[in-house]
């Protein structure tokens, strides 16, 4: 099933952007839904995840990052605040069966197609 994430683009430090990732022409079952993020140069990294059936939710950024799910439009929502500098990367939906929450990219079937977050200082 495609993977149609949005909301990219650019932040100054401290401020915010809403991340959406869309499952788009079908519909899955009992699965997790995460962004990941990769930096120029850097290893991909889990950001967060959210079980579909449960609402359970996994944080690597914790505090500044909220993940939403909207069972209805099989969206995903990923709110980042107080952004800063790091947070600059390519961001990830990812999609897996089953209902734990993992941070390893290793485990997700389905990717979306990345999109910009740039935050200047």
């Given at each position: 099933?495609?993977?149609?994430?949005?909301?990219?683009?650019?932040a100054?430090?401290?401020?915010?952007l809403?991340?959406?990732?869309?499952?788009?022409?079908?519909?899955?079952?009992?699965?997790?839904?995460?962004?990941?993020?990769q930096?120029?140069?850097?290893?991909?990294?889990?950001?967060?995840?959210?079980?579909?059936?449960?609402?359970?939710?996994?944080?690597?950024?914790?505090?500044?990052?909220?993940?939403?799910?909207?069972?209805?439009?099989?969206?995903?929502?990923?709110?980042?605040?107080?952004?800063?500098?790091?947070?600059?990367?390519v961001?990830f939906?990812?999609?897996?069966?089953?209902?734990?929450?993992?941070?390893?990219?290793?485990?997700?079937?389905?990717?979306?197609?990345?999109?910009?977050?740039?935050?200047?200082?």
């Amino acid at each position: 099933v495609p993977l149609q994430a949005s909301g990219g683009g650019f932040a100054q430090a401290g401020g915010s952007l809403r991340l959406s990732c869309a499952a788009t022409g079908g519909t899955f079952g009992n699965h997790v839904m995460s962004w990941f993020r990769q930096a120029p140069g850097k290893e991909r990294e889990f950001v967060a995840g959210i079980s579909w059936n449960y609402g359970e939710t996994l944080y690597y950024v914790k505090g500044r990052f909220i993940i939403s799910r909207d069972n209805a439009g099989n969206t995903a929502h990923l709110k980042m605040s107080s952004l800063t500098p790091e947070d600059t990367a390519v961001y990830f939906c990812a999609v897996r069966d089953g209902g734990a929450v993992l941070p390893t990219a290793s485990m997700y079937t389905y990717w979306g197609q990345g999109t910009l977050v740039t935050v200047s200082s």
